[in-house]
């Protein structure tokens, strides 16, 4: 590596070398790793990492580095990994071009060696696929040799980059590379947009962060004796640096020249006049190239500032050889260009130039880029032409080549920085005359379905305010920013005329609509209705097609009913017509999907299969992942649990091929997991959301959160679930919808049970029969309201079987039995499936009131096992037993038993519950010909071996007692009863007082006091 500190000597840092090359080394073993170093600016980070780096190498990594690039206080997009790359092709030639085999078309956007672009559309999927053929490249050089990507200064970086670098972070699973990235502690203020992309990586266990501290006393004498060429400075001198650097190994750095020269009394207490002590000792005309350097950006290529300067070469390079000379520029290893020694240098140059200057300066980079744009590197031209101009303060000038950066970031999937661009655009709008508006500034460009146009008859090529606004909303709704999105909208909907233009105002509005579902905000149905008002009526068009479909799809997610239909037909119709194929393929996902939920789930099956073959070949595959998920969600509400998980895990092939796991992974990924715990395969479940990234899962928290606590459950881990639990209600709460409502209503009332508190399960089950009443009235519930309600009332009649003797619960027992029963006599078994669990629930109410019978159950075994379904169908074949046992048909029940704890769906509850019951029952040791069972019987609590005393107090602390007042009415001490509640939790074999309370109330253990 080049060594370009004036300090000859690597001083310290032996902690943070130590953690350096113990992530190599996992790196090496295949386990990629992150490490973030922060510190203040001069505090050393640039040198850790050379000298890291020159370690990595000689050891047989291959390292590369690319730094973020500041223009106008800006970053440019993607800058240190076009960098990066664009050194790996030169120092690996042929082995990068074979890497990138495939996927050039979308590379080129980072490294334009790679050829020409593809023909593909620069949308937000666009950009995901740039992000996932990253990704690919990365792990295919990888494979055989170790990659460290080194990126400094994040501080100045573009969004873009920081979101491929997340994505890199998150997705190289198995690959051999190190990330290494610096940034500047002192810059983040409190509103830096780096500091949420540092606590979001903060949570991945293979992201360490470094923070690099000043240097103490001791290591500014050792940098100290290898700048002045001693063995040991002198204290008086080492004291003094060290008090005024205060540690910063660039401030020692500089006052050591300082020193060297003779200056040792000149430097005032200001950090300007500190950092250009050595600018002002340099020749007058090093000065002023080094002035206009400053302006070019944290990066400035020769032949550009030779053409800024146009002074010829000569007096150029020999004004450079000074600067570099004096440690103030050094060259890039690229030999291209240059880089101020520390940023902090470059600031204190800028700030010392007068308005004047720093206006003409930029215009004059402005100016040569206009003519010479090849004298910029890579993809950069457009963006730093925009911004010298719009630090020249030429606002028109500043507007149209504004104007053209966002559309060039648009290309590139850089929507952060097209958003930052049409601002400043947004910005200057005003400034600039109207007449030089109309002449010199681009048509509109791509915006999704928005009319370009307003006026009537031909389409004009002007642009107009709200012509922007639509860019910036897009924009900012595809780099998700969807509260800046919203902000924008609004602005754009008071400029609209309703009445003159009613297409613009409800494109803006169901802008605003999806935004706000994506926001889990209220408001959405609002503007949706708003913009369906404005468009009835009036020619088929693609903003009325996207309106209806939509609208349709926001009521296909909450309770859809027949009236419904229409619209979804109508809107495929629509986009038909308007020749809008995308519109059209969302719409028929969502007919399909309708008509599956509302009583023809063949019809509806058939549509999801048309859509998912059209969309294939026509390479939209947001609507192929759509359908996808959709088609899986229909086979398993049918039963369908295999063809469930095949369908999901293909839209997961198809959403991480093509860079989409962030938009709708997480809810492919739930699917798969749904079906994968029907078909009883928990540890492939447990696996899949283990590796998944949370911070992919979007506004799908609650379903993967749910799935969790399902998981913790059958495990027999109640905290966990708990934990997941209360997360998955939080994130459900601002936005309802029945698919995840009612299951997360069902896994309440079980966690309640296994808790010992029979009343929250009923208060839970209440709720669910509540909001069902306050329908209105004549609204039936679709198919997929029924999948997640039958197991709720299911779920709800075992609570209350399970709590009778319990007088508390007792108490109410007889109007929830009948509210529960009215409920599903209202419902319609439209699939094998209802009729499953209608039966479950039949059995499930008759034993909540003492008469169930083998043969219910026996019916309900039978429809559960013909589906496959094998979490109901444990509890089904306990239930059997139980009732088997009562009637003393003990091998009957002892093989149902057995069947239980087989069965690979059954959790860690049931399969205690089997395995008490056969204690309690005898059956282990049963024989092929048993004893007939007496006629009564025996007490379940004597089983156990629970004595008299012990008994009470199980009453008691199945009530919620605490210890002290079980103490008070049993007239006992608190330490007694303490005993008695530990004996009782060893001799049921439970580990805390609620599951105690809980299988008490299962087993019936509890005397009539309770």
Not at 56 to 73: I, P, Q, S, Y
Request: hydrophobic share 45%.
């Amino acid at each position: 590596m080049e060594q370009t500190s004036v300090s000859p000597v690597f001083v310290g840092r032996g902690t943070e070398v130590g953690a350096l090359e113990a992530a190599l080394r996992r790196a090496d073993a295949g386990q990629p790793q992150a490490v973030l170093i922060g510190g203040e600016a001069g505090v050393g980070k640039t040198r850790l990492i050379e000298e890291f780096l020159g370690t990595a190498c000689r050891g047989g990594a291959v390292t590369t580095m690319g730094g973020c690039l500041e223009v106008g206080a800006e970053g440019l997009p993607f800058a240190p990994l076009a960098t990066a790359l664009r050194r790996l092709h030169r120092g690996l030639g042929a082995e990068l071009e074979r890497a990138a085999e495939g996927m050039e078309g979308h590379l080129t956007r980072l490294l334009p060696e790679f050829g020409a672009d593809d023909a593909e559309p620069n949308d937000e999927f666009g950009r995901a696929r740039l992000f996932e053929h990253t990704a690919r490249l990365f792990e295919r050089l990888s494979d055989g040799q170790t990659i460290v990507l080194a990126v400094e200064d994040l501080h100045w970086s573009d969004r873009s980059t920081r979101e491929l670098l997340a994505y890199l972070i998150r997705t190289l699973h198995r690959a051999r590379v190190l990330i290494v990235a610096t940034y500047r502690t002192d810059d983040l203020h409190r509103r830096h947009p780096l500091r949420p992309f540092l606590a979001e990586l903060d949570r991945l266990r293979t992201v360490q962060r470094l923070e690099l501290a000043r240097f103490g006393r001791a290591e500014v004498a050792a940098q100290l004796a290898g700048i002045l060429g001693t063995e040991a400075p002198g204290r008086s001198l080492v004291d003094r640096i060290h008090e005024r650097s205060e540690g910063n190994p660039f401030f020692v750095e500089e006052l050591a020249t300082a020193h060297q020269e003779g200056c040792h009394t000149g430097l005032t207490e200001s950090l300007r006049d500190l950092l250009l002590v050595r600018v002002e000792a340099l020749p007058d005309e090093t000065q002023r190239v080094l002035r206009i350097a400053a302006e070019g950006g944290s990066y400035v290529e020769h032949g550009l500032l030779e053409a800024v300067l146009d002074e010829g070469e000569e007096s150029l390079t020999e004004a450079l050889r000074t600067a570099v000379g004096a440690n103030v520029l050094r060259p890039d290893t690229d030999g291209e260009g240059y880089r101020f020694r520390h940023a902090l240098v470059r600031e204190a140059v800028s700030d010392d130039l007068l308005p004047g200057e720093r206006y003409r300066i930029n215009r004059r980079y402005a100016t040569v880029l206009e003519q010479q744009g090849e004298l910029v590197c890579g993809n950069g031209l457009d963006a730093r032409l925009a911004n010298y101009w719009y630090h020249a303060h030429e606002p028109a000038k500043a507007l149209p080549t504004a104007l053209e950066a966002a559309r060039a970031a648009r290309r590139r999937n850089a929507f952060a920085e097209q958003l930052r661009m049409l601002e400043r655009a947004l910005e200057l709008w005003d400034e600039v005359p109207e007449e030089i508006r109309d002449t010199s500034v681009r048509p509109h460009d791509w915006a999704g379905t928005f009319p370009a146009c307003g006026c009537d008859g031909a389409h004009c090529a002007g642009l107009y305010l709200v012509d922007v606004l639509a860019e910036a909303v897009t924009a900012a709704r595809r780099s998700g920013d969807r509260d800046r999105g919203l902000s924008l909208a609004k602005r754009a909907l008071k400029l609209v005329d309703e009445e003159a233009e009613p297409e613009r105002a409800a494109w803006f509005m169901i802008q605003r609509a999806q935004m706000f579902g994506h926001l889990r905000r209220g408001g959405a149905q609002e503007e949706i209705d708003r913009a369906q008002q404005l468009v009835a009526g009036l020619r088929p068009s693609p903003v009325q097609a996207e309106v209806l479909a939509l609208a349709v799809g926001h009521v296909m997610l909450l309770d859809p009913s027949a009236g419904d239909m229409a619209m979804a037909e109508r809107a495929v119709e629509l986009a038909r017509e308007v020749d809008a194929p995308m519109v059209e393929l969302h719409a028929l996902t969502t007919l399909g999907t309708l008509r599956a939920n509302l009583g023809d789930p063949e019809a509806g099956l058939a549509l999801l299969h048309e859509a998912v073959e059209r969309a294939r070949p026509a390479g939209v595959v947001d609507v192929l992942c759509r359908a996808l998920n959709n088609l899986s969600s229909m086979e398993l509400s049918l039963g369908r649990a295999e063809e469930a998980a095949a369908l999901a895990r293909e839209g997961l092939a198809v959403a991480q091929g093509n860079g989409l796991l962030a938009n709708t992974g997480a809810i492919l990924a739930g699917n798969l997991v749904e079906a994968l715990l029907v078909l009883g395969r928990r540890q492939e479940a447990e696996e899949l959301l283990a590796e998944w990234d949370d911070s992919r899962a979007g506004t799908f928290h609650a379903f993967l959160d749910r799935l969790r606590s399902e998981l913790a459950l059958d495990r027999g881990d109640l905290a966990a679930a708990e934990e997941h639990f209360q997360r998955a209600r939080q994130a459900g709460k601002v936005v309802q919808q029945p698919q995840h409502d009612l299951p997360v209503a069902r896994l309440a009332i079980r966690l309640a049970m296994r808790a010992g508190r029979p009343l929250d399960a009923r208060a839970e089950l209440l709720a669910v029969l509540d909001g069902l009443a306050d329908r209105p009235a004549g609204d039936g519930l679709s198919d997929g309201c029924v999948n997640g309600l039958l197991p709720v009332l299911v779920e709800g009649a075992a609570a209350e079987a399970d709590s009778r003797g319990v007088p508390s619960a007792d108490l109410g027992r007889p109007v929830v039995l009948r509210r529960i029963a009215e409920v599903a006599a209202g419902l319609r078994p439209g699939t094998e499936l209802h009729r499953a669990w209608s039966e479950l629930l039949a059995a499930e109410l008759a034993r909540a009131e003492g008469v169930d019978s083998p043969g219910q159950w026996a019916a309900a075994v039978g429809s559960l096992r013909a589906l496959g379904l094998g979490c109901p169908l444990g509890q089904a074949l306990y239930r059997q037993a139980e009732a088997l046992l009562a009637e003393g048909r003990r091998e009957e029940a002892a093989g149902l038993l057995r069947e239980v704890d087989e069965l690979v769906t059954s959790g860690r509850y049931l399969r205690q519950d089997a395995a008490l019951l056969t204690a309690r029952a005898g059956l282990a040791a049963a024989r092929p010909a048993p004893a007939p069972r007496a006629a009564e019987p025996a007490d379940p609590a004597e089983e156990f071996g629970l004595t008299p005393r012990e008994r009470d107090v199980l009453d008691r602390l199945a009530l919620g007692r605490t210890n002290r007042q079980i103490a008070e009415e049993l007239y006992i001490s608190p330490k007694t009863a303490s005993v008695h509640v530990s004996n009782i939790l060893a001799k049921l074999s439970v580990g805390s007082r609620g599951e105690a309370a809980a299988l008490a109330h299962r087993l019936q253990l509890l005397g009539q006091g309770a």
